[in-house]
């Protein structure tokens, strides 16, 4: 995964400059069901991008539970929900729905996209706000669901846990960060622990251990991040990742609140996603009607403390209809007419009727 994670990452904020914040697990998580539910280039295109699907799956189910910590612990909290809401207008097969299920909990669920836009807002919205504490209460925006959205395939996250160590709270002073823009004093907390370090290819990488099995790592570069960065591709990632070893760490980290908000489409189309988004996208393992993605909806919150961090972070991958049913011909047989029987395959006809006055 750490293939689309690096992709995406340059892709979302090309900028090396640009503070962001997104979830991979999220836009992975929205992205991998709507390719289980694709055919054809469709999904070859978002298997390219995502990686094995099996593999996939397993990852994100693993990643979706916590491991249990002990009775005098905080316990950390991770709630994950995945939806597919989709107007009446639509059939949704009962194979995806089981699917659906086996994804934590996921589920099928109705939304008057057609009838009443602002109220399947509404309804994902709140949903979205339920599982992610209040961190993101508006994921849809106002004008995202366009005449003819009939679905929307939703993720959201919410993970939390305390450090392992906490860092020490009387330890927490302004202190220089050498920002792009030029030096600013910023919160910056201390940590003296026995904690992962590496210095390797020119990184130095800690990891900061939390409950439930979750680590924070900081990798930072000698050099310039934006050179370093680029450098890097799955491979060195994945070593730098596997490096640290246990070491006595004096670590000075910022304290941090980061939130980024994104609309994925033309991220995808650069990494090679394209057809999905057009008339000869293939969702026939979700529905037999005629779909194709409208837009992809990103949100991600990041919160680190003294204490430990708060995480949300949602997606949704709106869907239209490829082709609008169009306005109804009238055909009024208010007058004289042929009535024809035929058999459909020969075109044997068995009756002909000359209708002048049918009264």
């Known amino acids: 995964m750490l293939d689309f994670t690096l992709s995406l990452h340059r892709a979302i904020a090309p900028d090396p400059r640009e503070q962001v914040c997104w979830s991979p697990f999220s836009v992975a998580s929205a992205l991998g069901l709507l390719a289980l539910g694709a055919r054809g280039a469709t999904r070859d295109e978002l298997v390219a991008v995502l990686g094995d699907l099996g593999e996939l799956t397993t990852a994100i189910a693993a990643a979706s539970r916590l491991d249990e910590v002990g009775p005098d612990d905080d316990a950390p909290t991770i709630a994950v929900s995945n939806t597919l809401w989709a107007d009446e207008a639509i059939t949704i097969h009962r194979s995806f729905a089981e699917e659906l299920a086996g994804w934590s909990d996921g589920s099928v669920r109705n939304a008057p996209f057609r009838s009443e836009a602002e109220k399947a807002r509404g309804m994902i919205n709140d949903d979205v706000a339920e599982t992610t504490r209040g961190l993101i209460p508006e994921l849809v925006p106002a004008g995202a669901i366009r005449s003819d959205t009939v679905a929307s395939l939703v993720n959201a996250l919410y993970l939390k846990s305390a450090w392992r160590n906490p860092f020490a709270e009387g330890g927490t002073q302004d202190r220089p960060f050498h920002a792009p ?8 907390m201390m940590l003296n622990e026995r904690i992962g370090y590496a210095a390797r290819d020119g990184w130095q990488v800690v990891t900061v251990p939390a409950l439930g099995g979750v680590d924070a790592v900081v990798l930072l570069p000698d050099a310039d991040l934006a050179e370093a960065e680029a450098a890097l591709t799955p491979q060195s990632l994945g070593a730098l990742l596997s490096a640290p070893e246990p070491a006595q760490v004096r670590l000075l980290l910022p304290k941090l609140k980061a939130k980024t908000q994104a609309e994925l489409s033309d991220v995808l189309a650069a990494l090679g996603v394209r057809t999905v988004f057009t008339r000869e996208a293939d969702l026939g393992g979700i529905t037999p009607d005629w779909l194709a993605v409208q837009a992809v909806l990103h949100e991600s919150v990041l919160k680190v403390d003294e204490q430990g961090f708060e995480g949300a972070a949602a997606t949704a991958v709106m869907m239209r209809l490829a082709s609008m049913p169009a ?26 009727a000359r209708v002048t006055d049918p009264s």
């Open 181 to 188: 823009g030029g030096r600013v004093d910023v919160p910056t």
């Open 327 to 352: 306005e109804p011909v009238e055909v009024a047989a208010d007058r004289p007419f042929l009535f024809l029987v035929r058999h459909r395959e020969t075109g044997v006809v068995y009756f002909v």
